[in-house]
């Protein structure tokens, strides 16, 4: 089991609303997210989950409601907006590593153009990351010259030198090969352990079993249901959800 | 041919101001199009409006037009440039905008995700811009940039016309002079532009080589 969260809110989610043209792809999301906790965001595809996700640091602008982290609501631009993504980790499904720089390059860019780090403390740094996920002997290599699933480890590592207050996840494994997803699954679940904050949109349900205190399933833009794991899984209250696990557990 | 030779001095002279107008305009137009390629980018509409406004107007309009309104017009407003600096001006300002429109496509050839992560740790625009995009963005534009400024060194020939003793201007003047001898000169006219646009290419070609990015 993972270590229990505070119980103390470090993002809360009020009344969201998001529209993509006449459609309206977040509806009334009310959703608070305590330090150290573990949420998993699952539905079918089309249900918003991944918007959801991008709202929390405003790679996706809300119409209406209000998002705040750690007590500051998001600012909607600039600095202001910028200092404050500084503190929220985000990984990719496609990865999105800087394709010009190296791997060791693309964990200290933030470090030392964001937080103005010595490029040898960002270095020191860098280099314990990618030791920690397991490519610290990949370096000095570009991107491309990785597997998918080291690119994704490297992407967490980037994100991680910023030492965020919360990570999202926005289908970390959706586009790995088969073999690769539990090499990258497994690092989410160590810092799962660590007491990281997460939000992680995945269809890995093994995971959501293994590392969440929490579950929640989206649907039309809604939030349906939200309980603990092993509720959600044994004995979910809603019909779409019982139809949604129905359909991803049978085989 | 002894015409020809007996006036390489001022093929040389004629030359060297063809060579300064092309490396002059073209460090001006290379640092006001990647500006205002960033412009076009931006999320602050004024810039974008401010930019697209300028692409247009200089995009169409003929060169000459540019050269007239800063040797001639801008003199009406009591701002007085030398022939030569008002040259530079004039062929830097014109090739800008073209200069912006290939770095532009540059920049929009960059996966969306790559500006997504930088602005996801944190980067301000501008840091996204310059860290991220652009030198990304410079590997996919050397070619179309090459063209651009290979375009811009026959373009400073405009200059003849504005009394800079360039290497086109030799041409009516020799001719004029000793119109016997008129093939040697317009060979020595094309020698004079390929001395400096054959190297340029190659040094291009180098270039997009060296900056090839892998994916």
Same mark, same amino acid.
């Given at each position: 089991?993972?270590?229990? !969260?505070?119980?103390? !809110?470090?993002?809360?989610?009020?009344?969201?609303?998001?529209?993509?043209?006449?459609?309206?792809?977040?509806?009334?999301?009310?959703?608070?997210?305590?330090?150290?906790?573990?949420?998993? %965001?699952?539905? =079918?595809?089309?249900?918003?989950?991944?918007?959801?996700?991008?709202?929390?640091?405003?790679?996706?602008?809300?119409?209406?409601?209000?998002?705040?982290?750690?007590?500051?609501?998001? =600012?909607?631009?600039?600095?202001?907006?910028?200092?404050?993504?500084?503190?929220?980790?985000?990984?990719?499904?496609?990865?999105?590593?800087?394709?010009? /720089?190296?791997?060791?390059?693309?964990?200290?860019?933030?470090?030392?153009?964001?937080?103005?780090?010595?490029?040898?403390?960002?270095?020191?740094?860098?280099?314990?990351?990618?030791?920690?996920?397991?490519?610290?002997?990949?370096?000095?290599? %570009?991107?491309?010259?990785?597997?998918?699933?080291?690119?994704?480890?490297?992407?967490?590592?980037?994100?991680?030198?910023?030492?965020? /207050?919360?990570?999202?996840?926005?289908? =970390?494994?959706?586009?790995?090969?088969?073999?690769?997803?539990?090499?990258?699954?497994?690092?989410?679940?160590?810092?799962?352990?660590?007491?990281?904050?997460?939000?992680?949109?995945?269809?890995?349900?093994?995971?959501?079993?293994?590392?969440?205190?929490?579950?929640?399933?989206?649907?039309?833009?809604?939030?349906?249901?939200?309980?603990?794991?092993?509720?959600?899984?044994?004995?979910?209250?809603?019909?779409?959800?019982?139809?949604?696990?129905?359909?991803?557990?049978?085989? | 041919?002894? @015409?020809?030779?007996? *006036?390489? $001095?001022?093929?040389?002279? +004629?030359?060297?101001?063809?060579?300064?107008?092309?490396? @002059?305009?073209?460090?001006?137009?290379? #640092?006001?199009?990647?500006?205002?390629?960033?412009?076009?980018?931006?999320?602050?509409?004024? &810039?974008?409006?401010?930019?697209?406004?300028?692409?247009?107007?200089?995009? *169409?309009?003929?060169?000459?037009?540019?050269?007239?309104? #800063?040797?001639?017009? &801008?003199?009406?407003? $009591?701002?007085?440039?030398?022939?030569?600096?008002?040259?530079?001006?004039?062929?830097?300002?014109?090739?800008?905008? @073209? #200069?912006?429109?290939?770095?532009?496509?540059?920049?929009?050839?960059?996966?969306?995700?790559?500006?997504?992560?930088?602005?996801?740790?944190? &980067?301000?625009?501008?840091?996204?811009?310059?860290?991220?995009?652009?030198?990304?963005?410079?590997?996919?534009?050397?070619?179309?940039?090459?063209?651009?400024?290979?375009?811009? +060194?026959?373009?400073?020939?405009?200059?003849?016309?504005?009394?800079?003793?360039?290497?086109?201007?030799?041409? +009516?003047?020799?001719?004029?002079? $000793?119109? *016997?001898?008129?093939? @040697?000169?317009?060979?020595?006219?094309?020698?004079?532009?390929?001395?400096?646009?054959?190297?340029?290419?190659?040094?291009?070609?180098?270039?997009?080589?060296?900056? +090839?990015?892998?994916?």
């Amino acid at each position: 089991m993972t270590s229990a !969260p505070t119980g103390e !809110p470090l993002v809360r989610l009020t009344g969201v609303n998001k529209w993509f043209g006449d459609l309206h792809v977040l509806q009334d999301v009310d959703l608070t997210i305590d330090r150290g906790e573990v949420v998993v %965001v699952i539905g =079918p595809s089309g249900s918003g989950k991944s918007t959801l996700c991008r709202t929390i640091n405003r790679l996706e602008s809300i119409e209406r409601g209000e998002i705040t982290i750690d007590g500051t609501p998001l =600012p909607a631009e600039g600095k202001e907006l910028a200092a404050l993504r500084s503190d929220v980790g985000m990984v990719f499904q496609s990865f999105n590593l800087f394709a010009h /720089k190296t791997i060791l390059e693309n964990v200290m860019l933030g470090p030392v153009k964001v937080r103005g780090k010595s490029k040898a403390e960002a270095e020191k740094r860098a280099r314990e990351l990618l030791d920690r996920v397991g490519v610290g002997h990949q370096a000095d290599k %570009v991107p491309a010259q990785l597997s998918g699933g080291q690119q994704q480890r490297v992407a967490i590592a980037r994100a991680l030198a910023m030492d965020p /207050k919360v990570m999202l996840f926005d289908e =970390p494994t959706s586009a790995l090969d088969p073999e690769m997803i539990n090499e990258v699954l497994e690092v989410m679940v160590g810092l799962a352990k660590d007491g990281m904050t997460m939000v992680v949109v995945t269809h890995e349900m093994g995971f959501a079993r293994r590392a969440a205190n929490r579950v929640v399933f989206m649907d039309g833009g809604r939030i349906v249901e939200s309980s603990d794991p092993e509720t959600f899984f044994t004995s979910p209250t809603s019909d779409r959800a019982k139809d949604f696990l129905s359909k991803i557990l049978n085989h | 041919m002894q @015409f020809f030779l007996d *006036n390489i $001095d001022l093929f040389r002279d +004629a030359f060297l101001n063809t060579l300064g107008l092309t490396l @002059f305009a073209g460090v001006l137009a290379l #640092v006001l199009g990647t500006v205002l390629a960033g412009m076009r980018v931006s999320p602050i509409a004024p &810039l974008r409006g401010l930019a697209t406004v300028y692409v247009e107007i200089f995009r *169409n309009t003929p060169l000459t037009v540019v050269f007239f309104f #800063v040797i001639f017009g &801008l003199p009406q407003i $009591d701002t007085v440039v030398p022939f030569f600096t008002g040259a530079v001006i004039a062929v830097g300002t014109y090739t800008a905008a @073209f #200069v912006a429109e290939a770095i532009r496509s540059g920049i929009n050839s960059v996966a969306p995700g790559q500006a997504e992560a930088a602005r996801a740790l944190g &980067l301000t625009f501008s840091q996204t811009l310059t860290t991220v995009v652009l030198p990304q963005a410079f590997r996919t534009v050397v070619p179309p940039l090459g063209s651009v400024l290979i375009a811009m +060194a026959k373009n400073t020939s405009i200059a003849a016309g504005f009394s800079i003793s360039e290497v086109s201007s030799l041409l +009516a003047r020799l001719s004029n002079a $000793d119109p *016997n001898d008129l093939l @040697f000169i317009l060979l020595g006219v094309v020698l004079a532009y390929m001395i400096i646009t054959v190297p340029a290419a190659i040094a291009l070609n180098r270039i997009e080589h060296r900056v +090839a990015i892998l994916r």
